[in-house]
T-cell receptor
Framework: NAGVTQTPKFQVLKTGQSMTLQCAQD?????MYWYRQDPGMGLRLIYY???????DKGEVPNGYNVSRLNKREFSLRLESAAPSQTSVYFC???????????????FGPGTRLLVL | RKEVEQDPGPFNVPEGATVAFNCTYS??????FFWYRQDCRKEPKLLMS???SGNEDGRFTAQLNRASQYISLLIRDSKLSDSATYLC????????????FGKGTTLSVSS
């Protein structure tokens, strides 16, 4: 099992450009998440999908959109990138979701994004 | 917003030392607690869940004090491979809420 995979690993964008970050999991998990991690800020939830066909905003959704393409895949789109979106983006998945108590979230390796 | 607070460190200790990390959380409705480990430029990985009665996994011991809203992680006999950032994580277990991550405590173990 590959677990959670993310593409690309690195990306440099110019302000105003758009891009989509891809995430896939092969653990048959129901829930998937997108986080960003900035120095001194910790991980913050951007969007999550509790199950196939549903998506909800997290703490910092502005400037992003998501698509739960199927049970395996959850993409994050930046329509018009801004320097404030320079960050490391992590996708994660879990079997039952945030109300599932003690279940583990499994993270992908991350995408490092620089917006100039 | 300081829902989960940790001492950022860094904690610099020699091999074999015992080190303890502390974490406080502000939401008294929080139900689940975890320690994640994050190596430099890598993704976070679950180290251990934290149970009310306290729990141990080898050299690692986690404690929870609900009254004080305080979580701790004790590492005994530190190894070089323990060098990492340790993230305190809290889940309120309410639908629509997220895992709340602390900013992490950095540990550096030297020989």
């Amino acid at each position: 099992n590959a677990g959670v995979t993310q593409t690309p690993k690195f990306q440099v964008l110019k302000t105003g450009q758009s891009m989509t970050l891809q995430c896939a999991q092969d653990m048959n998990h129901n829930s998937m998440y997108w986080y960003r991690q900035d120095p001194g800020m910790g991980l913050r939830l951007i969007y999550y999908s509790a199950s196939e066909g549903t998506t909800d905003k997290g703490e910092v959704p502005n400037g992003y959109n998501v698509s739960r393409l199927n049970k395996r895949e959850f993409s994050l789109r930046l329509e018009s990138a801004a320097p404030s979106q320079t960050s490391v983006y992590f996708c994660a998945s879990s079997e039952f979701g945030l109300a599932g108590g003690r279940e583990t979230q499994y993270f992908g390796p991350g995408t490092r994004l620089l917006v100039l | 917003r300081k829902e989960v607070e940790q001492d950022p460190g860094p904690f610099n200790v020699p091999e074999g030392a015992t080190v303890a990390f502390n974490c406080t959380y502000s939401n008294s409705a929080s139900q689940s607690f975890f320690w994640y480990r994050q190596d430099c430029r890598k993704e976070p990985k679950l180290l251990m869940s934290v149970y009310s009665s306290g729990n141990e996994d080898g050299r690692f011991t986690a404690q929870l004090n609900r009254a004080s809203q305080y979580i701790s992680l004790l590492i005994r006999d530190s190894k070089l491979s323990d060098s990492a950032t340790y993230l305190c994580v809290v889940n309120t277990n309410q639908a629509g809420t997220a895992l709340i991550f602390g900013k992490g405590t950095t540990l550096s173990v030297s020989s």
